[in-house]
Each structure stands twice: as C-alpha cells, then as structure tokens.
C-alpha cells in the first residue's frame, strides 16, 4: 500500500535521514547518516512489515568465533540483529516492523538500535574483518 510507503517515508525524513536512492513502485527507500553508523540503510515496505537492513562488512574470513561472537552481540541489540547474507557471505544488521500500526518512535527505535549496535560493536567487528 503506498500509503504505509508514504507514512514511512515522512518518518524517515523526520529523523533527518537523507534519502539517497528511492524506488517507488517497489517501496523501497536507501537512507544515510554516516554521523550516526547509518550508511546505505534499505528500507523496504513488504506488506505486512517493513525491511530495514544495512551491509555491514564482508565475511572475511567464515570462523566459529566470528558466528559466536555475533550472536552474543545480538543479545545486546535492542532492535534488530546481525545476520548473514543468504550465500554467507556478508554479514548484515536487520530488523522487520509491523506495518499496519507503526508509529515514528517505532522506526526511530530500530534506526537508533543500529547506531547504537555500530557504536557499540564496530571496532570489534573491524577486528574480524581484518582476519
């Protein structure tokens, strides 16, 4: 429904998130706010939930410790969790939204998470990525 994609667009635009690529017919939105650990972030309006997921760095090297360690981040994580790509290759911040009554501090709870998670983790992650 375009509606909720417009709903969530006005939101995302509230938060002073900037929309750098917009896919209408398929209501879809990719925000940034590099301050804040937010690059590249697809916002993606499937009926009945919404998308959020973010590239967060390429598997590097695939080890027990690196899947052990994401999985204790994600008891960490207020929103979302860091989850690998279908072919395990990369591994991706994600969070879904109940559509139908989402409310902006909603949405804003998820982005935040997401910054709070790249704060939080991001040094350790580089870690990985550099193995």
């Known amino acids: 429904m375009a509606a909720h994609?417009?709903?969530v667009k006005n939101y995302l635009l509230d938060m002073d998130l900037k929309i750098v690529k917009e896919d209408e017919a398929a209501e879809l939105v990719v925000v940034e706010d590099e301050e804040y650990g937010i690059k590249n972030l697809v916002v993606d309006c499937e009926n009945p939930i919404v998308i959020l997921e973010q590239l967060i760095m390429p598997v590097a090297n695939e080890s027990m410790e690196l899947?052990?360690?994401l999985l204790q981040?994600?008891?960490t994580l207020v929103h979302g969790?860091?989850?690998?790509s279908e072919d395990g290759k990369n591994i991706i911040?994600?969070?879904t939204l109940?559509?139908?009554n989402l409310d902006a501090n909603e949405l804003q709870a998820s982005v935040e998470a997401l910054s709070l998670a790249m704060a939080e983790h991001s040094a350790e992650l580089l870690k990985f990525a550099k193995n």
Request: net charge positive; glycine share 0%.
């Open 67 to 69: 899947y052990k360690r």
């Open 81 to 84: 969790a860091f989850v690998l």
């Open 98 to 100: 109940q559509l139908e």
């Open 93 to 95: 911040f994600r969070d």
């Open 73 to 75: 981040m994600n008891r």
């Open 5 to 7: 994609f417009d709903k």
